[in-house]
């Protein structure tokens, strides 16, 4: 985790107010938030290690526009849902604990203005994301051409983005004008014009996930067999891994004959070479190991 100089700035800031409690709480409602979509990235195989402790909130270290469209949804989504979640939940605690309100309010308000606003179809919030790849899969429909329909996509969101900053502005001076400051709104305005002005000549990247199993062998592992066709995609072979056992993934043809058997550092290897995490299993296997059926079966030991 790292801290941003402006972040602690603002930390002293609410101190001197008597908000301080609210700052803090906030910033453990957006570690939440931002940690669930570290959650549920690692589960697709990508590792989003980094937060950094913003004045507006937090953000994590990454970029998933490399990953399925589908997929960076679901890790969009996520988040907000997350906070969600746990605004339900506290709401939930009020009808049968009343009394706990006192105490539970400001959490659970936290809570559900951060998941709305970061519902809002504006980039680089997380409604933006995936108002964005919904665009993206809506033109690719119309017409088949992956680069044309990103770039309209682009275009449509960023149009969006700078439409709420404009309102969020909008609505800041108005109240300014009345002689009540409402920093908030200023922050959002400023944060959506840089998130639309930003990462336009940047490449998509993302960081694969590490599931290689050294140390933990010599202890000894229980064998977790798993059988999966030759077409399923190697990040969905990820979900079967499991703390404290090793994971052996029987790769079958479509007419149930046994092709190779791939223990979990060969899996590794093969997810660390692959240029997509959405190949199939068997097509990594047999780049790691030269090329022919055969010698993927001989290499990764065959189960007779």
């Given amino acids: 985790m790292v801290l941003h100089p402006l972040f602690l700035a603002?930390?002293?800031?609410?101190?001197?107010?008597?908000?301080?409690?609210?700052?803090?709480l906030s910033c453990l409602v957006a570690l939440q938030h931002e940690c669930a979509h570290a959650f549920?990235?690692?589960?697709?195989g990508y590792t989003l290690n980094k937060i950094v402790l913003m004045p507006y909130g937090a953000v994590?270290?990454?970029?998933?526009?490399?990953?399925?469209?589908?997929?960076?949804?679901?890790?969009?989504?996520?988040?907000?849902?997350?906070?969600?979640f746990t605004a339900l939940f506290f709401g939930a605690l009020w009808w049968f604990y009343p009394t706990a309100y006192?105490?539970?309010?400001?959490?659970?308000?936290?809570?559900?203005?951060?998941?709305?606003?970061n519902l809002l179809p504006a980039y680089p919030l997380d409604g933006g994301r995936i108002f964005k790849c919904v665009l993206e899969r809506a033109f690719?429909?119309?017409?088949?051409?992956?680069?044309?329909?990103?770039?309209?996509?682009?275009?449509v969101a960023r149009g969006c983005t700078f439409l709420f900053s404009f309102l969020f502005l909008a609505v800041f001076t108005v109240f300014a004008f009345r002689r009540q400051y409402n920093f908030t709104l200023l922050t959002i305005g400023l944060f959506l014009i840089v998130g639309g002005l930003g990462n336009k000549n940047?490449?998509?990247?993302?960081?694969?996930?590490?599931?290689?199993?050294?140390?933990?062998?010599?202890?000894?592992?229980?064998?977790?067999?798993?059988?999966?066709?030759?077409?399923?995609?190697?990040?969905?072979?990820?979900?079967?891994?499991?703390?404290?056992?090793?994971?052996?993934?029987?790769?079958?043809?479509?007419?149930?004959a046994l092709l190779c058997a791939l223990p979990q550092n060969a899996l590794a290897e093969c997810f660390a070479k692959s240029e997509s995490p959405y190949?199939?299993?068997?097509?990594?296997?047999?780049?790691?190991?030269?090329?022919?059926?055969?010698?993927?079966?001989q290499n990764f030991s065959p189960v007779a």
């Fill in 10 to 24: 603002v930390g002293v800031w609410y101190s001197f107010t008597g908000d301080l409690f609210l700052f803090l």
């Fill in 40 to 44: 549920v990235a690692s589960k697709l």
């Fill in 60 to 84: 994590i270290d990454g970029d998933l526009r490399g990953i399925s469209l589908k997929d960076e949804i679901t890790v969009a989504i996520w988040g907000p849902l997350c906070n969600l």
């Fill in 102 to 117: 006192a105490f539970t309010d400001v959490a659970c308000f936290s809570s559900l203005s951060i998941a709305l606003v």
């Fill in 140 to 155: 690719y429909r119309r017409e088949p051409n992956r680069q044309k329909a990103e770039k309209r996509a682009n275009a």
């Fill in 202 to 256: 940047q490449d998509a990247v993302y960081e694969k996930i590490s599931f290689f199993v050294r140390a933990d062998l010599t202890k000894g592992l229980e064998i977790r067999r798993v059988a999966v066709l030759e077409s399923c995609p190697i990040k969905d072979a990820l979900q079967f891994i499991e703390r404290g056992k090793y994971l052996v993934l029987e790769v079958y043809s479509k007419r149930g």
């Fill in 279 to 297: 190949e199939p299993v068997s097509l990594l296997a047999k780049r790691v190991c030269g090329g022919k059926e055969q010698e993927v079966t």
